[in-house]
């Protein structure tokens, strides 16, 4: 097997360990966005955010370096491989986009909400709810697509 073979099927293998560390933060997630809804309007206690904050993060965090190695995997050996896998990279490659700024947006919810005082908070964590659970839904979809499409090198 030649060595750029190789790197293929090692690149392939860390986008597929990538998508598995993604579901798991996602699940995490969604169990924080679920303890959050739980306090409906009675929710008073900034301290219960700490995990949908910390999973909220790490995934704001993580995502956009994971798109841009799959990017340039996509761009470079997948979509070497036949016209409809380059189609599909360019769609993965635009949702990207859409998923950053929804990234972008549900940080900075996050970040309201670190700083929210008491008056702000009910309409703060509405927001929070709204953009997690978009960015829940939207991501794991992608996740799945790709996983699907991709099943033979995943």
């Known amino acids: 097997?030649?060595?750029?073979?190789m790197n293929f099927w090692v690149e392939c293998e860390r986008v597929h360990d990538?998508?598995?560390?993604?579901m798991?933060?996602?699940?995490?997630?969604?169990?924080?966005?679920?303890?959050?809804?739980?306090?409906?309007?009675?929710?008073?206690?900034?301290?219960?955010?700490?995990d949908l904050y910390r999973y909220g993060v790490r995934l704001c965090e993580t995502i956009p370096d994971h798109f841009s190695r799959e990017e340039i995997w996509l761009q470079e050996e997948v979509s070497a491989i036949?016209?409809?896998?380059?189609d599909f990279a360019r769609e993965m490659v635009g949702q990207h986009q859409q998923l950053r700024g929804e990234l972008r947006d549900f940080r900075s919810a996050l970040e309201q909400?670190?700083?929210?005082?008491?008056?702000?908070?009910?309409d703060i964590v509405a927001s929070v709810r709204e953009q997690?659970?978009?960015?829940?839904r939207n991501l794991a979809g992608h996740v799945a697509l790709?996983?699907?499409?991709l099943r033979g090198f995943l």
């Open 1 to 5: 097997m030649t060595t750029s073979r």
């Open 24 to 50: 798991a933060d996602l699940a995490e997630l969604a169990y924080a966005l679920d303890s959050l809804e739980r306090y409906g309007q009675g929710f008073a206690q900034l301290s219960d955010t700490g």
């Open 82 to 86: 036949s016209p409809e896998l380059a």
């Open 113 to 122: 909400l670190r700083g929210a005082t008491e008056e702000e908070l009910p």
């Open 18 to 22: 990538d998508h598995e560390s993604v």
């Open 146 to 149: 790709e996983e699907e499409q």
């Open 132 to 136: 997690g659970w978009q960015v829940a």
